[in-house]
């Protein structure tokens, strides 16, 4: 609404977390929320081989985050059509 102002969210997350907070003053900054990869090969099979990708569930993940990727979806080898 016109004229509304965002409160100091301080003392509400004081009140979760304790004392144990530190608060990061982001004036001036952008703020932008972790990435999502929707489409990740993780520990994927390539063309019917024995040849795997080079990152497992853990490594994958990991190197994600530390790229602001915080959501992942992991693309999954479907079987064959057994029932045919």
């Not at 102002?5 to 972790?34: Q, R």
């Not at 994600?64 to 059509?81: H, N, Q, R, W, Y």
Request: charged share 20%; with cysteine; proline share 7%.
């Amino acid at each position: 609404a016109s004229g509304s102002t965002v409160g100091n969210p301080s003392a509400a997350l004081k009140a979760m977390v304790g004392d144990d907070i530190e608060i990061v003053d982001c004036e001036g900054k952008h703020i932008l929320p972790g990435g999502i990869d929707p489409h990740v090969h993780l520990n994927y099979p390539q063309g019917g081989n024995a040849i795997y990708s080079a990152d497992n569930w853990t490594t994958g993940t990991r190197a994600a985050l530390m790229g602001g990727t915080t959501s992942v979806i992991d693309f999954i080898e479907p079987k064959p059509d057994t029932e045919g």
